[in-house]
């Protein structure tokens, strides 16, 4: 027997692309259907609805506020790996700790996924730092993402994935797994327990912590955003930094035809003025 698949109808499609721009500010283009349709159709017969437009039901009610965290969750593009645009890495070990003044220096990674970018910082972070401990440096690790933070939290990574410029680091900060665990490695505990895990909408109202960050990698996720959310959000992020801080964006990202008040240091690199201009 095969089963149908339930057919997206242009208002429930309307319904969704309106329901996730509004909750995370990731734009559906009207292209973007049968890519809504095929991550969401699974969902669908895990959860028994035999349509969309039961679905959007569901989504509208009261019941079903825990459903459109996994909505957003299975929208959204999640791909990361360890040093991705290893050159970030460098510029944040070469230019900007050792020239960090404030202790500790805080440092956010701001769409974190499944915590290779948040573990990758802290390696640089554990590096730079030895052994001055937990006054050196505090990394908060946040993403919309319940399920990716999930994985960050976990920390464990299939071993092709774990690439790490300097290979010698890896037992440093890896164990590796054995029995039904070969072929993955672990982040050891004293460098998980470093790192802050946090829900964080990148719009909601306001953040859980103080502004004051050093650093901020806020990386591949602006790509997913339109030009006025995009406008918002360096704003913001301006704010969240203290000033001197860096604001790392990624590669493809750049705050090209965005107002802003950053000073460019380097490709996808942009620093709060120590005097902020109003
Ligand atoms: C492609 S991944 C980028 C991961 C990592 N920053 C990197 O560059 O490798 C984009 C992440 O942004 C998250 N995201 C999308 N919209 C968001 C929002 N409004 N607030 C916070 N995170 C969001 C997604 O859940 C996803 O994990």
New binding site residues.
Partial sequence: MTLSEPQLSAAAYAFLADLVYRR???RLGPDKQAFVSGRLGGQLRAIGCDSFDAYCQLLGSPAGEDEVGAV??LI??????FF??SEHFEHLALQVLPRATGRPVRVW?????SG??AYSLAIVLAEHFGDAGAEAWTLTA????RR?LDRCRRAIYESSAVKIPDPALLPRYFRRGFGEWDGFYRVKPALRRRVKVEH????QAAYPWPAGFDVI?????MI?FDVESRQALVERLFEQLAPGGHLFV?HAEGLLGLRHRFRSVAPGVYQRPREARA
């Fill in positions: 995370s500010r990731i957003i969750d959204s593009t999640n791909h990361t790996q991705r645009e990674c701001a769409a974190a996924a290779e970018e946040s993403d919309i993402s990716m964080v909408n990148l719009f990698f806020c990386r591949n996720v997913y990624g």
